[in-house]
């Protein structure tokens, strides 16, 4: 089944307005291993798009591309955004960054990847501030504060380095800097794994809050059910590099219809 | 067999110690650096009687824009007789025919590493400074690849994160020599280990200058009538030594930049760091005709 018969299949909308984010035809090998074959995707204005499926699945790599850090072998990208047109993979490297710093934020599962560990934390928030064109002292330490605080970050630490700091404080850095900027798409790939139970609890409370006070949209990757359970008004099931169900989250939830994704809420209940 | 026949013959040194092909390329790329202001230029750095490290970079390129009629002064440290200075100025003199000077109203060519003169360049002068790290990106991104991808993109977020991290630790900008700079609002450059307070000579100067470093085989240049801004927040302003209201103990001149003397009873006293500008003022405290040229600070204050 390809993901546009996926789509077809999907009950009558309410939404008339247009996807936020449309994939379609995403295709990405490395050299033996296709990590996605025929991905398409849509998200809606202000919705939250849940990513399960198990390791190796192609989550990641399909958010990557949606950051545009990777291009895929052939697929097309569109965001709607004022002034953004065309497919987004064919951009160049300039472009993709101006793009990517205004419009996307992300957090990754490893801190490592999203923060400068050395550098202060409000600094790497500042940072995002700084490519973007801000130039005064002043207003880069107010804006990175207010995104700190957004985050529910504690604001006594704002300086010190991300390395001293918790795993769970860590993400609160890295999802301060992806929404420093208000960006218009905000991507989570694991952004609660590795975290213990109850901070995990504290930091999905903190993005529920910042999904409900900015109707942010959002993706998120986890292959912890109850994390998309919590998060996810959708949900898109993969399996080696392929969708292999999509639909709202109470329906992939209560009625799951292909038999990997049947396996994998019964594991889970 | 005799040494004579291992040896090749005698034969004179090319013009200005380069051969011509040497100068060839160093000409394109001293052509290709003023055609893209603070643009670093890779060039092939070539073998000269002193060591790397020394103000190789900044001698070839001395050497190829000398001609008998150049009259050329060497500063080191702001001094024209230190034995580094004195040895680079000697050697441009013989192998090209080119007159030493000291005084830089005479000079047409200026080789220095850490000063920029106090008097005014105009604009049929030359300034070449030895550069030891040609690299801003340097302390923010060790991939060198990597960080000339981000000049091709201007992406200098980092270096700007590098000047908030320093206010918000101490309060202040503690970026003292080699201050990054903003040229024709393009590309970053480190100005060489010049201090803070010979950056803004660079802004629209009448003159050209050229910074080249040898052992890293990178030459750039601002233009005359080049913007040259030190990175600055808009609301923390750039800030040269307070060297202001220094008096230099030799000369009794005020208010240029001064190096210091620390005594023998734990004091310390200062004495102006261009030296030959120093000179003329003796000289014309006691009666000598020595013409002082306009200078880029007066009283202390920066005058555009
Ligand atoms: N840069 C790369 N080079 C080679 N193979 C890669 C690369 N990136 C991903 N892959 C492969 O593509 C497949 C999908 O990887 P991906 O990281 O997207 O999985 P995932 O669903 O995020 O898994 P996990 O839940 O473990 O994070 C895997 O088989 C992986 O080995
Ligand atoms: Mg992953």
Redesign the pocket.
């Given at each position: 089944m390809t993901a546009t018969q996926l789509h077809a299949q999907l009950p009558p909308q309410l939404m008339t307005t247009p996807p936020l984010l449309t994939v379609s035809g995403v295709n990405r090998r490395?050299?033996d291993?296709v990590?996605l074959h025929d991905v398409s995707a849509r998200v809606y204005p202000g919705e939250v798009l849940g990513i399960v499926?198990?390791?190796?699945?192609?989550?990641?790599?399909?958010l990557r591309m949606m950051n545009l850090e990777d291009t895929p072998d052939s697929g097309d990208y569109r965001l709607a955004l004022p002034g953004v047109t065309g497919n987004l993979f064919e951009l160049d490297r300039f472009a993709r960054r101006m793009l990517c710093a205004r419009h996307i934020g992300i957090v990754y599962?490893n801190p490592h990847l999203g923060l400068l560990m050395k550098n202060s934390s409000s600094g790497n928030v500042a940072e995002r501030l700084l490519i973007a064109g801000e130039r005064s002292f002043a207003t880069l330490r107010s804006k990175a504060r207010v995104a700190l605080e957004a985050s529910e970050f504690p604001l006594a630490r704002m300086d010190a380095p991300p390395i001293e700091l918790s795993g769970g404080m860590q993400q609160r850095v890295q999802l301060a800097k992806a929404i420093a900027l208000e960006p218009a798409l905000l991507l989570l790939d694991?952004p609660t794994t590795g975290l213990d139970v109850s901070v995990q609890a504290l930091v999905l409370d903190t993005l529920k809050r910042l999904q409900r006070d900015r109707a942010i949209t959002m993706v998120i990757?986890s292959?912890d059910l109850g994390v998309i359970r919590t998060m996810a008004d959708r949900v898109m099931v993969?399996r080696r590099?392929r969708v292999v169900e999509e639909g709202l989250a109470d329906q992939i939830f209560q009625d799951p219809q292909h038999e990997y994704t049947q396996a994998l809420v019964h594991a889970k209940l | 067999m005799s040494l004579a026949t291992l040896t090749k013959p005698w034969a004179a040194f090319s013009y200005g110690f380069l051969d011509a092909s040497a100068k060839r390329e160093l000409r394109r790329k001293m052509l290709k650096a003023i055609a893209v202001p603070g643009c670093q230029m890779p060039y092939a750095s070539r073998e000269v009687p002193m060591a790397r490290g020394w103000g190789t970079g900044g001698l070839q390129v001395t050497l190829t824009l000398l001609k008998p009629t150049s009259r050329v002064k060497v500063i080191d440290q702001g001094a024209d007789d230190s034995v580094n200075a004195a040895s680079i100025r000697k050697f441009l003199h013989r192998v090209s025919g080119a007159t030493e000077t000291w005084d830089t109203l005479d000079a047409t060519i200026i080789q220095s590493r850490h000063r920029v003169p106090e008097e005014r360049l105009r604009d049929d002068q030359i300034l070449v400074l030895q550069v030891p790290n040609p690299e801003p990106l340097r302390p923010v991104e060790p991939n060198m690849s990597t960080a000339r991808q981000m000049h091709a993109d201007a992406d200098y977020g980092r270096l700007w994160l590098v000047l908030y991290e320093q206010i918000v630790r101490s309060g202040r900008v503690m970026q003292g020599a080699a201050y990054p700079s903003l040229v024709n609002g393009r590309h970053v450059m480190t100005p060489s280990p010049i201090p803070r307070w010979d950056v803004p000579k660079l802004n629209m100067a009448r003159h050209l200058t050229f910074l080249s470093a040898g052992r890293e085989k990178r030459l750039y240049a601002v233009p005359p009538f080049t913007r040259v801004e030190p990175l600055a927040f808009s609301d923390v302003p750039y800030k040269v030594e307070d060297h202001g209201n220094l008096t230099c103990s030799r000369s009794g001149v005020t208010g240029f930049f001064m190096n210091e003397i620390p005594q023998e009873d734990g004091s310390a006293v200062h004495e102006l760091s261009d030296s030959h500008l120093g000179i003329k003022a003796i000289r014309r405290a006691e009666g000598e005709a020595a013409p002082i040229g306009a200078t880029w600070y007066q009283n202390g204050e920066f005058r555009a």
């Open positions: 490395f050299g291993v990590a499926g198990e390791s190796g699945s192609g989550k990641s790599t399909l599962q694991e990757v292959h993969m590099g | -």
